[in-house]
């Protein structure tokens, strides 16, 4: 069983930049940040493969956001940059159940936090 915890959201003005946390209890493979705005599906964001490092980005995102991960602190982590109000949503970690390489399917990932709110005001 895999628990996820994320930290790091709140209020910013367009430009500005968070950084999001997920601290994970126990063993995960590859990880994923997805977002679901208001009135919206949940959406992939960006992915990380389990220890290759290969990452995949939504194109929305590519240049502004960089997802990492530190595995010996079993942290996952989102560095969002120049941010933009359409970026508004509920930030959800997950990690794959099985899958050790990124994929940006939902169903793919077993285990979601309990997700955390990026508000951009423009």
């Known amino acids: 069983q895999v628990q996820l915890v994320e930290s790091g959201g709140g209020l910013v003005q367009a430009g500005e930049s968070l950084r999001l946390s997920c601290a994970a209890s126990?063993?995960?493979?590859?990880m994923a940040w997805f977002r679901q705005g208001p009135g919206k599906e949940r959406e992939f964001v960006a992915g990380?493969?389990?220890?290759?490092?290969?990452?995949k980005y939504t194109d929305s995102v590519k240049g502004r956001f960089t997802i990492s991960r530190d595995n010996a602190k079993n942290t996952l982590y989102l560095q969002m940059n120049s941010l933009k109000a359409e970026d508004t949503a509920v930030y959800y970690c997950?990690?794959?159940?099985?899958?050790?390489?990124?994929?940006?399917?939902?169903?793919?990932?077993?285990?979601w936090g309990q997700g955390t709110q990026v508000t951009v005001s423009s």
């Open positions: 997950a990690s794959a159940g099985l899958f050790t390489l990124v994929t940006v399917v939902p169903s793919a990932y077993t285990y």
């Open positions: 126990g063993r995960t493979n590859a």
């Open positions: 990380i493969s389990k220890s290759n490092g290969d990452t």
